[in-house]
């Protein structure tokens, strides 16, 4: 194989792994906003909890002053039914006190309802703080992992920037050039490997014999359609190739 054919072949491997890490490394931020944006999730349903649950305490709190206004009411009505003189006087002290015992159970009730409410929401309260606690730790290894990640391909990266420097030191400018060209114009991929007659990026039909020069290997072809820089792999020992084009 022609040895700037080959070594553009290495480098385009090598464009396509930093093209890789780079992608890694810039999908990174979006990641930890996924973690900040999981845990505020976790915190706001805390939080929401929490509201509930004050809310349900000052609510707690006006029924049982009601409660005892109510039961104060009806504690000076049972004192002034012993004074009464009449009949007439004694019946009505006697609805009164039938309402204010009416309305005694009717706050017990709500009081009640109150209660088990807080023991709903203080059930609630605590499942979620356990899961804001584990979430938090979760996200914490995965911040660490990111991390040990960042550093891995950005370390990955400059080696491979380096190693790409040194191997395009030793390809033929025009070659070089011609590489670059189609790259910048192919979204990054300048070759493309001619397989059975066909351009495998563009996938269209080689001529004949455009093909049987490209499996020579001898010297740099562009693809007519998509101007990429052919190449030809033959195929593993035991495994019969296609017949060169007519």
């Keep these: 194989m022609h040895s700037d054919l080959q070594h553009l072949i290495t480098l385009q491997d090598l464009d396509l792994a930093a093209e890789r890490l780079r992608r890694q ?6 990641l930890s906003a996924a973690l900040d944006e999981r845990i505020a999730g976790l915190t706001a349903a805390v939080a929401s909890v929490k509201e509930r649950s004050a809310s349900s305490q000052a609510a707690r709190r006006e029924i049982e002053k009601d409660l005892a206004v109510v039961q104060g009411r009806l504690s000076k009505y049972k004192d002034q039914l012993m004074e009464v003189k009449t ?4 019946h009505a002290m006697q609805t009164e006190i039938a309402t204010a015992e009416q309305q005694v159970r009717l706050q017990e009730d709500r009081l009640l309802e109150r209660m088990e409410e807080a023991e709903t929401l203080a059930a609630e309260l605590k499942t979620a703080e356990a899961a804001l606690k584990t979430g938090q730790a979760d996200a914490g290894q995965e911040r660490q992992q990111m ?3 960042r550093a891995a391909a950005e370390n990955e990266l400059a080696r491979t920037s380096d190693e790409r420097a040194t191997l395009a030191a030793s390809v033929s400018p025009p070659a070089l050039a011609l590489f670059e060209h189609v790259s910048k114009h192919r979204k990054g991929l300048a070759m493309s490997e001619a397989r059975e007659g066909h351009c495998m990026q563009c996938h269209v039909r080689l001529r004949p014999q455009v093909f049987n020069e490209v499996r020579r290997n001898e010297r740099l ?4 359609s998509c101007s990429r820089i052919l190449f030809y792999i033959a195929p593993p020992a035991g495994v019969a190739a296609a017949p060169p084009s007519a």
């Design 221 to 224: 072809i562009q693809c007519d």
């Design 147 to 149: 991390e040990t990640n």
């Design 87 to 90: 009949n007439k006087e004694y």
């Design 25 to 30: 490394i810039a999908d990174m931020p979006a």
